[in-house]
C-alpha cells in the first residue's frame, strides 16, 4: 500500500510551498506535480528540485528506468491515458467510474516514486480534481486529499503576473489569464474539488491558503494529522518561518527551488494593485462559492 498526499487547488493557490512543507519531515517526499511524469514521456526535460534534468536525477532516472525501462511503459500509450483522465469536466466522470489503465499507471508511478525515494508519503501537488477522483478508488493507493482554496480576487490578481518559467520546463514566461478565465476555471476546479472531498469522506480536508499562512503550524498539524503521520522533525524555525531543504520536485510553480529560511507571509498585493473592475467581475462570477469557503463580498476575508 503507498499512501500518498495529493493537493487539489486551481492554479496560484499556494500549493507549491504547501507541498514543500508538507513533504519536508523525514520519510516523505515533496514531488511536485507528479503527474507530468505521465503527460510528458519520456521525462528527460523537467528540472528538478535538486537542481539536475531529470534524466540526471538519482531519483527521477531511478523512477523513469524503473517505468520506461523495466515495467515497459510506451510512451504513446501512457501520454493519451493521461490526456482521458485530466481535465477538470472529467471529475464527475473518473468518480463514477475511473479510468481502469489511468488507475494501474498511478498505482506503479507512486510505488516506483515511494520505493526510489525511501519515502512512506509521496506528496503531490499535480492539483488535477480528476486525478484526485481516480485515486479515490484504488486498492493499493492510501490516498489523501487536501482541497486548496484562496480568494479568487487574489488568485486572478496572481495569473496576471509575469512569472519566468523555471529550468527544463521551457523557456520564456508561464502562462497567464485573464480575470474572466481565471474566475470561471476558479468555480469549475473548486466545485469539482468538492465532489472528490465528498467522496473521499475522512480522508480528505479543506484548507483556505489565507489560513494557511495565518497560521502555518496549526495547518501542518491538521495535515499530518489528517494523513496520520507523526512528523517527527519539526520543520519550523519560528512561528511563520519553516527551512525547506532541496527536495526534488520534477515540475511546477519556479518558487520550488527556493531553499533555505523561508518566511510565510499572506500575499495581499492585490488589495491595493488590482484594477476595480476586474475585482468586481471576479466578485460577480464567484460570489456563491466565495459565501461557501468563507469569503466576504467586500473582499474581506
Not at 270 to 281: F, G, Y
Request: aromatic residues 8%.
Amino acid at each position: 500500500m503507498t499512501k500518498v498526499l495529493y493537493l487539489t487547488a486551481w492554479g496560484r493557490s499556494g500549493t507549491t510551498v504547501m507541498n514543500r512543507l508538507f513533504g519536508e519531515p523525514p520519510g516523505m517526499l515533496a514531488a511536485g506535480e507528479l503527474h507530468t511524469m505521465l503527460g510528458w514521456p519520456p521525462p528527460n526535460v523537467l528540472h528538478c528540485g535538486c537542481g539536475r534534468d531529470t534524466n540526471e536525477c538519482p531519483l527521477w532516472s531511478a523512477v523513469s528506468g524503473e517505468l520506461y525501462g523495466t515495467r515497459g511503459w510506451d510512451p504513446e500509450e501512457v501520454s493519451a491515458a493521461h490526456r482521458a483522465v485530466t481535465g477538470v469536466a472529467r471529475t464527475r466522470a473518473m468518480l463514477r467510474r475511473p479510468h481502469v489503465r489511468y488507475l494501474a499507471l498511478c498505482e506503479e508511478l507512486y510505488a516506483a516514486v515511494a520505493s526510489a525515494a525511501g519515502a512512506r508519503l509521496v506528496v503531490d501537488s499535480t492539483k488535477q480534481p480528476s486525478i484526485a477522483a481516480v485515486l479515490a478508488s484504488s486498492p493499493t493507493i492510501e490516498a489523501f486529499v487536501v482541497h486548496v482554496v484562496r480568494d479568487p480576487r487574489a488568485v486572478a490578481f496572481s495569473w496576471q503576473r509575469r512569472k519566468q518559467r523555471a529550468g527544463g520546463e521551457g523557456r520564456g514566461l508561464m502562462p497567464r489569464f485573464s480575470p474572466l478565465r481565471s474566475s470561471l476555471n476558479w468555480d469549475r476546479w473548486n466545485l469539482a474539488a468538492d465532489a472528490v472531498r465528498r467522496k473521499m469522506g475522512p480522508r480528505a480536508m479543506l484548507l483556505r491558503y489565507e489560513d494557511f499562512v495565518s497560521d502555518p503550524r496549526a495547518a501542518f498539524r491538521a495535515v499530518m494529522e489528517l494523513v496520520d503521520e507523526d512528523p517527527g522533525v519539526d520543520p519550523f524555525a519560528g512561528d511563520r518561518s519553516v527551512v525547506l531543504t532541496s527536495g526534488h520536485t520534477v515540475a511546477g510553480n519556479p518558487d520550488r527551488f527556493t531553499a533555505g529560511a523561508v518566511e510565510l507571509r499572506r500575499d495581499d498585493e492585490w488589495r491595493n494593485a488590482q484594477p476595480v473592475r476586474d475585482r468586481a467581475l471576479v466578485t460577480a462570477l464567484t460570489g456563491p462559492l466565495l459565501r461557501r469557503y468563507g469569503y466576504r463580498l467586500s473582499a474581506g476575508s
